[in-house]
């Protein structure tokens, strides 16, 4: 509904300018409006910015933890099924989680999310150790510099290698293997 002026009725009001900052009522904090979800049924944002949302329900985990557990595993049992369906359909993704978790524990210095098939087009499919186009579940992507050697979990570290290249080669660098036995491999 259009609001009207009330000393001309009919010169309609022009359009609130959409907002860019938002106050959080937990912490008090002016926020960019990003920080804030939007509820599309109410065509508005949450009062709560994420941060604040996050520690809530983190601390509602902790203080309700055998709750939280027992009802997370019977939703597990109730949805087997659909479980089991989304991790088929989303192994891709699950893989990546996987490889970040891993980074994170070796405190790798840099993560980002990596775009696998982007990798695999730049190095054409090719194992950069010994040359063969590896296929389906012998296809896997090798950090250059090993992440227990201090390296990143980054685009510019990853190569396609075949699985047995990449199982043989271990945490050891480039100058540390011996390159000509990877070579031979391709050969066979």
Known sequence: ????????PWVP???KPKPTEKRCNECGNVKPIADFRFLRGYNRHVPYCRECI???SREYYWANRERCL?????????NREKIAQRRRDNRH????????RRARKRNAP??????RAAIIARDNGTCYLCGCK???????LDHVIPLVRGGSHTADNLRVACRSCNSSKRTRLLSEIDITRYL???ER
Do not use: N, Y
Not at 134 to 140: E, F, H, N, S, V
């Open 1 to 8: 509904m259009q609001e009207w002026h009330a000393a001309h």
């Open 13 to 15: 009001t022009p359009p």
């Open 54 to 56: 996050r520690k809530r």
């Open 70 to 78: 027992s009802l997370d595993a019977v939703r597990r049992v109730f």
């Open 93 to 100: 993704v699950l893989r990546d989680c996987d490889a970040r």
């Open 110 to 115: 840099r993560i980002e999310k990596i775009d």
């Open 134 to 140: 590896p296929a389906g579940r012998d296809l896997t």
């Open 184 to 186: 031979r491999r391709s």
